[in-house]
């Protein structure tokens, strides 16, 4: 258990500002106790005085966090948990809301994620996590149930907010950026014909097969073969000289950061060399890193870019690498906004209750974060310009 308690600090007064009004929808279909906070705090515990910047809350409010920080997706969860401690830090500096954050490790396993979940419900006002697509679809009806607010840092699966009223994400879906992606590869490259390559065992990267082969579609391009894989697999030499044998314009994948790595460096050694295009999976610094060279040219869609403009990027960057001696990827940017947007909505109401932490995120509305202007809709999605990626001298630069 990773527990600390940080003091509260608006994102910025445009921000608070850009909030709407905290009514919101009331309990919904949610059992236990949907009605109150993580404790049922009464009015002067989790519910204080004022709004936005001038909100004082006497009690801490309690966040909990499901991460991957052991396991398969390690490599992202530990990225979220530096987003998270550093907005943490930065919120620690100005008074009138504190919260006390507990990181728990799903151990990138749903049943794990179930137990830590059970934990984290009981005793947290909102509940940020898990890292996958494919634990979150097991663990969320729990906080449902329980009337706890749930914010998905980096789900993109489709139907992740769909199972309750009580599940929201600042993370956008495979379905907002892959389109975006395609077309942009098939643009700069002239992409006719395809070999498309996924993880068939993952809810996650099956998604994002889904919506990869409708993409194609809508570009009219052609898919001359479509092979699968297992998430657990690390040699992919006899798919991949399936694929090289059609001779493909372009690889398109769908797949975690431990199979990307491996697949992309196979590829480049047999010989293959057209662009890959992959998924939200491949949007880590350890393609880079460990790929080497064999990274240079793939191209990924996603939801921020080290490169975007505006001051609060800027400064993200700059404290991170100041913190952590390099540069943040996506994931580190989305568990940063994500903790800043629930101080966002706690503080839109001045309360740390469940249902008006609920309300406030779901009046999120056209504010100013590291991942650009954003918003979550009515079917508590979030809504921002997603970027599309290519590896050039070993760092994601945006494809022109």
Not at 283 to 306: C, H, Q, T
Not at 375 to 389: K, L, T
């Amino acid at each position: 258990m990773n527990r600390s308690t940080v003091t509260a600090l608006a994102v910025s007064s445009a921000l608070a500002l850009a909030l709407t009004a905290c009514g919101g929808e009331d309990g919904g279909d949610a059992g236990g106790d949907a009605g109150g906070g993580a404790t049922g705090g009464e009015a002067g515990g989790l519910t204080g005085t004022g709004t936005g910047e001038d909100c004082t809350i006497e009690e801490p409010v309690p966040v909990g966090a499901a991460l991957s920080l052991t396991g398969a997706a390690a490599s992202y969860g530990e990225s979220q948990q530096k987003g998270l401690e550093l907005a943490a830090a930065e919120l620690a500096e100005v008074g009138g809301v504190t919260y006390d954050l507990v990181i728990e490790d799903d151990q990138t396993d749903p049943r794990q994620g179930i137990t830590v979940f059970e934990q984290l419900t009981e005793d947290s006002s909102v509940v940020i996590g898990p890292t996958l697509s494919n634990g979150a679809f097991q663990a969320q009806p729990i906080a449902q149930e329980a009337g706890v607010p749930v914010l998905a840092i980096s789900n993109t699966a489709a139907g992740i907010t769909a199972q309750g009223d009580y599940i929201f994400r600042v993370s956008l879906t495979e379905a907002q950026v892959i389109p975006q992606t395609v077309a942009k590869a098939t643009e700069v490259y002239g992409l006719e014909d395809v070999v498309v390559m996924y993880s068939n065992d993952d809810a996650f990267t099956e998604s994002g097969y889904e919506v990869f082969s409708s993409a194609l579609e809508e570009e009219g391009v052609t898919v001359s073969e479509t092979l699968t894989f297992s998430k657990a697999d690390t040699d992919f030499r006899a798919l991949l000289t399936e694929a090289k044998a059609a001779e493909p314009d372009a690889l398109v994948v769908s797949g975690l950061i431990e199979a990307a790595i491996p697949l992309v460096t196979q590829a480049r050694e047999l010989g293959i060399d057209v662009p890959i295009i992959g998924g939200n999976g491949f949007n880590n610094p350890k393609l880079m890193a460990d790929g080497g060279d064999a990274a240079e040219g793939v191209v990924v869609g996603a939801a921020w870019n080290s490169s975007s403009e505006g001051e609060l990027n800027t400064a993200f960057l700059e404290a991170f690498e100041a913190e952590h001696g390099a540069q943040p990827d996506q994931f580190a940017a989305q568990a940063y906004t994500g903790l800043k947007v629930i101080d966002a909505a706690v503080r839109a109401g001045c309360s740390g209750e469940r249902e008006d932490i609920k309300a406030g995120l779901a009046g999120i509305a056209d504010v100013d974060t590291v991942l650009g202007t954003l918003s979550i809709n009515a079917e508590r999605d979030a809504e921002h310009e997603a970027v599309v990626q290519v590896v050039e001298n070993g760092s994601f630069t945006v494809l022109d």
